[in-house]
């Protein structure tokens, strides 16, 4: 099993621009979700699904979208990136009750 | 949303020195993690407690799940060079969200 795995490692953005960071799972875990890392804070919330065409809000969810179309796949669109944008993002997978498993992060930085 | 409270937030120690540290919430949690955090890497679980009073070891890592439900302790015997990274806590509430700490910094000095 490859686990969580997220596409890009990195990513530099003007202000404005639009982007999607990808996230896929292979384990058929029924709960995905976003979280951004800042220094000195723990994991944010963003979004989370907790199946195919099921999502909601986390702590931190404006400016970011996502969707749920398929059990292993759960992207996240930054809609017009702004620099308090900056952050690491993972995404997690688990089941109902199961502990969560990270993907490896994508660094983003909004010039 | 929740923080929970980790302590200490960075730690420096002599490799072979045995290192304790821990997680304080203000809510009752099912569930507590353990999680390690490498450089530009995600986190990886280490250890899962289930149930108040748990005493889980992983190798040199030893985790216990507080009685009151409300903190946690990690601690890493006779460390080594490679234990170095960030560990954080993540506990689970009973409405099945997560909550994470914010990290304790860990450097082993040979």
Not at chain 1, 76 to 103: D, H, I, K
Not at chain 2, 7 to 31: A, K, L, R, Y
Not at chain 2, 67 to 78: G, P, Q, W
Request: charged share 15%.
């Amino acid at each position: 099993n490859a686990g969580v795995t997220q596409t890009p490692k990195f990513q530099v953005l003007k202000t404005g621009q639009s982007m999607t960071l990808q996230c896929a799972q292979d384990m058929n875990h029924e709960y995905m979700s976003w979280y951004r890392q800042d220094p000195g804070m723990g994991l944010r919330l963003i979004h989370y699904s907790v199946g195919a065409g099921i999502t909601d809000q986390g702590e931190v969810p404006n400016g970011y979208n996502v969707s749920r179309s398929t059990t292993e796949d759960f992207p996240l669109r930054l809609l017009s990136a702004a620099p308090s944008q900056t952050s690491v993002y993972f995404c997690a997978s688990r089941w109902f009750g199961g502990e969560q498993y990270f993907g490896p992060g994508t660094r983003l930085t909004v010039t | 949303g929740q923080q929970l409270n980790q302590s200490p937030q960075s730690m420096f120690i002599q490799e072979g020195e045995d290192v304790s540290m821990n997680c304080t919430s203000s809510s009752i949690f099912n569930t507590w993690l353990w999680y390690k955090q490498d450089p530009g890497e995600g986190p990886v679980l280490l250890i899962a407690l289930y149930k108040a009073g748990e005493l889980t070891s992983n190798g040199r890592l030893t985790a216990q799940f507080g009685i009151t439900r409300k903190d946690s302790f990690l601690n890493i015997s006779a460390s080594i060079p490679s234990d170095v990274g960030i560990y954080f806590c993540a506990g689970r509430s009973y409405g099945n969200q997560f909550y994470f700490g914010t990290g304790t910094s860990l450097t082993v000095i040979p």
